[in-house]
């Protein structure tokens, strides 16, 4: 597991160069900013980890969405250790602009709903800029499938907010290098193993469809996701379909108060899954939600899932 304040403190210094005003995408709006945000608000662990590796807990007075979910681990404890949670899961509108916030670090589903009341469109008013997570953008228009690049997207547009574009290219960069690396000292996979990725839900299952972040992480480890053509991020599915597709490696996503075990003893001990070859074999990855959801932690994911799908 990564050393968040480690990271963090490799870049200490501050920007060199003078902020030029910067324009970013940000789903189906351009944001411009005039200076880079003094009081950010980072919702959930993937985004707010985004924050602590480019080193900008000092513009940051606090963070929303964590603990209620009970995603708070030791590396992510010790990162966020001098910032606020403002928050336990999704924010109101009131606690943004109560914190005298000028920036939202959120997404759709990660922190913002459709029509709720904390929108760019309802804070804007406010003084506050709102930033969305890209793989979300699928919730409010068209988007191509999930893929690592909408993570590498975010921490280069954090980059250019806050005026550090040279740390996210260099963090970038790294990524990039590690992940090729690690990959070409693998075996080939042939044919690529059908994956199925199992959240919660026992009456039918919670699952990542091609738009949610697993699908980029099974396909960058050499796998297919058995549900890569259900035009949805986040969704539920029936039982059905996946005893259908028949998975021969199950990722359980661990978080919330159901254990990771709990999930695999409920899909071991079920007898419609029987036939299934994940269930014959035995074949589970964990991946912890940081983990699972766009965020530094991808790298570690897909080293992952890579070895698993190759050990069989």
């Not at 003078?18 to 003094?38: G, I, L, M, N, W």
């Not at 950010?40 to 603990?67: F, K, P, Q, R, W």
């Amino acid at each position: 597991m990564m050393k968040l304040t480690t990271t963090t403190a490799l870049f200490t210094l501050a920007a060199s160069t003078a902020f030029a005003q910067a324009t970013v995408q940000s789903c189906d709006r351009e944001v411009t900013f005039d200076a880079p945000p003094q009081a950010a608000i980072s919702n959930d662990v993937n985004l707010t980890e985004m924050m602590l590796v480019l080193g900008l807990t000092d513009h940051m007075v606090g963070y929303t969405g964590i603990s209620g979910w009970n995603k708070l681990d030791a590396a992510m404890r010790e990162g966020v250790d001098e910032l606020p949670e403002l928050s336990a899961q999704y924010p109101s509108k009131e606690v943004l602009i109560g914190a005298d916030a000028d920036f939202f670090f959120a997404g759709w589903n990660y922190g913002m709903r459709v029509g709720g009341e904390v929108t760019p469109e309802t804070l804007a008013p406010f003084g506050v800029a709102v930033y969305e997570l890209t793989e979300s953008c699928i919730h409010i228009g068209e988007k191509g499938a999930a893929s690592m690049d909408d993570m590498y997207n975010d921490l280069r547009n954090l980059g250019a907010i806050f005026n550090v574009s040279e740390r996210a290219e260099a963090l970038i960069d790294g990524y990039e290098a590690e992940l090729d690396a690690f990959l070409a000292s693998q075996p080939a996979l042939a044919p690529a193993p059908r994956v199925f990725v199992y959240d919660s839900g026992e009456d039918a299952p919670f699952t990542a469809g091609r738009y949610a972040m697993p699908n980029a992480l099974i396909e960058a480890a050499g796998g297919v996701n058995i549900m890569e053509d259900f035009e949805k991020s986040w969704a539920t599915v029936g039982w059905e379909a996946v005893v259908e597709r028949n998975p021969e490696v199950i990722v359980i996503v661990d978080y919330g108060e159901v254990t990771a075990a709990q999930k695999r003893d409920f899909m071991m001990s079920n007898p419609a899954f029987a036939e299934l070859d994940a269930i014959k074999n035995d074949r589970f990855v964990v991946l912890e939600y940081v983990e699972a959801t766009p965020g530094p932690r991808n790298i570690a994911a897909v080293k992952t899932l890579a070895a698993a799908f190759r050990d069989n």
